[in-house]
């Protein structure tokens, strides 16, 4: 098992190699990589910024998390830093088990926890010029609306704190 | 009662506007609820998405007490994957 954030390409052979064991019957490998819209935006490139030392224990604490329930150490996780331009992969997950079923059923679980928990943050480019913060329901996350709503807003993408505090 | 320094890391959105650490002062005793409310009176009526707050690398909860010693991160709604 092994997770890390990476400031260079990621490549899935590699990852898909580093999961490999003769007792799995199924190796699964997880790419998310950088669309060229959101909300109807033409996008040129993400900015991904962390809290490295929380993003990363964070994304060891998930990945065992997936061991424990799915049964398998095969795990491997990078997710990339630094400015990424469209088609390029920003997450890598790959997981080998001795069955199929869990090993898509751990991939599902780590990107979903992933996407809620981990301490990363993307700023989109747009063809016109302007560059936004946007959280993981696909939307802009400032600068807009009545001053002073900031802290009424519903929280978006607040982790479930009973569950993992 | 003497005020408490805390200091704050802040990120994307937040880091945007108040830089990527801050000072704040705080009663002994207060909790992260209070910390959200004085960092709000700082950004000048602009709006900001709602964080939570990290504390020692982990989510808190607003009523968690907080600490000069302790690591303390606002996070705004993340966005990795």
Excluded: C
């Excluded at chain 2, 000072?23 to 992260?32: I, Q, Y």
């Amino acid at each position: 098992m092994r997770t890390a954030l990476v400031d260079h390409p990621l490549d899935p052979t590699g990852l898909l190699a580093e999961v490999a064991d003769v007792g799995s019957g199924a190796s699964t490998v997880f790419v998310g990589t950088v669309r060229r819209t959101n909300q109807g935006r033409a996008v040129t490139g993400i900015d991904y910024s962390a809290y490295a030392p929380m993003a990363e224990r964070e994304l060891a604490l998930i990945a065992q998390e997936a061991a424990e329930q799915f049964g398998t150490a095969h795990i491997v996780i990078e997710h990339r830093l630094g400015t990424l331009v469209l088609g390029e992969a920003s997450i890598i997950i790959a997981v080998s088990h001795e069955r199929r079923a869990a090993a898509m059923d751990a991939q599902r679980y780590l990107i979903e926890e992933i996407k809620t928990r981990v301490p990363v943050w993307k700023r989109e480019h747009y063809a016109d010029g302007e560059r936004a913060w946007v959280d993981n329901l696909g939307g802009a996350t400032g600068a807009t609306g009545a001053p002073g709503a900031a802290t009424d807003a519903a929280p978006s993408s607040a982790p479930d704190l009973a569950e993992v505090s | 009662m003497t005020p408490l320094t805390h200091r704050v890391l802040l990120f994307a959105s937040w880091s945007d506007a108040l830089g990527p650490q801050v000072d704040v002062e705080l009663p002994a005793g207060a909790r992260v609820a209070d910390l959200l409310t004085a960092l709000t009176a700082r950004t000048g009526g602009k709006l900001l998405p709602r964080p939570v707050v990290a504390v020692n690398q982990r989510y808190a909860r607003p009523d968690t007490v907080l600490s000069p010693a302790d690591e303390i991160a606002i996070i705004p709604p993340v966005a990795g994957g």
